[in-house]
Nanobody
Framework: QVQLVESGGGLVQAGGSLRLSCAASGRTFNNYNMGWFRQAPGKERDFLSEISVSGSSTRYADSVKGRFTISRDNAKNTVYLQMNGLQPEDTAVYLC???????????????WGQGTQVTVSS
């Protein structure tokens, strides 16, 4: 079992930056790929980025490529999402998740955090 807790969300002006963190419990963190998703009210959950078990491979959605950077520190059982150039359309609840498969599909992710709110003002 893996428990995930996101943090680092908040209110930021357009063009600003935030760094989200996702802390995992237990000793199984290093056996999972990690992903970030977001969901706005009334909309579907969208894939943002994922990183492989070792951290050697990453993948990004086109909407955030060049603005967001995913990383992980296995010694700290933590994955990060550095978000630069934030825009109002980035406003959503951001969630981290883990998967044993290398996939951008939410259905392949096994465990999810509770989410952290990111709000970007114009």
């Amino acid at each position: 079992q893996v428990q995930l807790v996101e943090s680092g969300g908040g209110l930021v002006q357009a063009g600003g930056s935030l760094r989200l963190s996702c802390a995992a419990s237990g000793r199984t963190f290093n056996n999972y790929n990690m992903g970030w998703f977001r969901q706005a009210p009334g909309k579907e959950r969208d894939f943002l980025s994922e990183i492989s078990v070792s951290g050697s491979s990453t993948r990004y959605a086109d909407s955030v490529k060049g603005r967001f950077t995913i990383s992980r520190d296995n010694a700290k059982n933590t994955v990060y999402l550095q978000m630069n150039g934030l825009q109002p359309e980035d406003t959503a609840v951001y969630l981290c998740a883990v998967s044993r498969a290398w996939s951008s599909q939410s259905r392949h992710y096994d465990y999810w955090g509770q989410g952290t709110q990111v709000t970007v003002s114009s």
